[in-house]
């Protein structure tokens, strides 16, 4: 496979529910990224990790908790959701966290929090 | 602060149309760099062009072209003779390269709200 990969593209969860998103990207990047788009709302930076550690945390709540283990691999871990919390969550990587490299994301998870 | 403002929402033209998006950036960096990404119904956004302050000229690539004019702060992007396959969001972004000097956040993209182009055949 080639590029960023996400899984699943769909989730529906219940608000006590545990679930997490996986991220995959096979381009050799060092830096992925955590986004949330809402309808109507602007795409939100979630998380930034480089080199598998995490440098920007934009004020998400902590029912969102992100894990790099690896360059190539980032997870969002999801608990007691909120349905405002229902979105697409897109992942993102570049080949450093340089504002000048372009991002390459994912095709996304559309998540149903009930 | 930094905010990136697309003010069209919906723009909806027949193929062959020319059609401009409007982005209108907001920044106090002097160094910083602006992107367009393509957002198809698949999901995925797709990078379509980099822009850095510094570099006004503006750039073609087949149908598409971008018109970067620092003094109304605008990086305006124009598809000319459109597709239906151009139907799409497209959002406009910007990323502050002075925040790295200040240890501030790094790869941080600002983006406006996307503006839909639905082209019909």
């Known amino acids: 496979e080639t590029g960023v990969t996400q899984t699943p593209r769909h989730l529906v969860m219940g608000m006590t529910n545990k679930k997490s998103l996986k991220c995959e990207q096979h381009?050799?990047?060092?830096?992925m990224y955590w986004y949330k788009q809402s309808a109507k709302k602007p795409l939100e930076l979630m998380f930034v990790?480089?080199?598998?550690?995490?440098?920007e945390n934009n004020s998400v709540p902590s029912r969102f908790s992100p894990e790099c283990p690896n360059s190539s691999h980032l997870f969002l871990h999801l608990h007691t959701l909120q349905p405002e919390d229902s979105a697409l969550y897109l992942c993102?990587?570049?080949?450093?966290?340089?504002?000048?490299?372009?991002?390459?994301f994912g095709p996304g998870t559309r998540l149903t929090v009930l | 602060a930094q905010k990136v403002t697309q003010a069209q929402t919906e723009i909806s033209v027949v193929e062959k149309e020319d059609v401009t998006l409007d982005c209108v950036y907001e920044?106090?960096?002097?160094?910083?760099?602006l992107f367009w990404y393509k957002q198809p119904p698949s999901g995925e956004l797709v990078f379509l062009i980099r822009?850095?302050?510094?570099?006004?000229q503006n750039e073609i690539s087949g149908r598409y072209s971008w018109n970067f004019q620092k003094s109304t702060s605008s990086f305006n992007f124009t598809i000319t003779a459109s597709q239906v396959v151009d139907s799409a969001v497209y959002f406009c972004?910007?990323?502050?390269?002075?925040?790295?000097?200040?240890?501030?956040?790094?790869?941080?993209?600002?983006f406006g709200k996307g503006t839909k182009l639905s082209v019909k055949p």
């Open positions: 381009l050799g990047h060092n830096a």
């Open positions: 920044t106090r960096d002097t160094t910083y760099y």
């Open positions: 993102a990587s570049s080949p450093s966290d340089r504002s000048d490299n372009e991002q390459f």
């Open positions: 822009r850095n302050s510094f570099d006004e």
């Open positions: 972004a910007l990323s502050e390269a002075g925040l790295e000097n200040y240890g501030g956040s790094q790869g941080n993209l600002i």
């Open positions: 990790y480089s080199l598998e550690e995490r440098v």
